[in-house]
């Protein structure tokens, strides 16, 4: 399920936790839901709208790989950050697998 009213990032963006990795930037909510909600963030700082879109899409693509893995019942917050723009769609996937790693948001 996609996350697509600004008060839905909102509140994510006010309780969530926040990580950084080498090339993205991961905000997440557990809760008892039985559902996966994610939602890319690409900022107007970052570049121009091409460069923008191309990063979401990345974003979604590393997502898609590994959205069968993660714990049911979280809300994430995908944002790239400078490095993560020229970066390839695997590096990324590599970048998000290692923070959901260490969090332990991927199931067995």
């Known amino acids: 399920m996609k996350l697509r009213k600004g008060w839905e990032f909102n509140a994510l963006f006010r309780t969530g936790t926040r990580i950084n990795?080498?090339?993205?930037?991961?905000?997440?909510?557990?809760d008892d839901?039985?559902?996966?909600?994610?939602?890319?963030?690409?900022?107007r700082r970052q570049g121009k709208a091409h460069v923008r879109v191309r990063g979401r899409r990345i974003l979604r693509e590393a997502f898609r790989h590994l959205?069968?893995?993660?714990a049911p019942g979280t809300?994430?917050?995908?944002?790239?950050?400078?490095?993560?723009?020229?970066?390839?769609?695997?590096d990324i996937q590599f970048d998000l697998e290692r923070i959901f790693r260490r969090k332990k948001l991927l199931v067995k």
């Open 67 to 70: 959205s069968d893995r993660i």
């Open 21 to 30: 990795g080498e090339l993205v930037r991961l905000l997440f909510v557990r």
């Open 75 to 90: 809300s994430i917050v995908l944002g790239l950050n400078s490095k993560g723009l020229d970066a390839k769609t695997q």
């Open 33 to 43: 839901s039985d559902s996966i909600r994610f939602g890319c963030a690409v900022g």
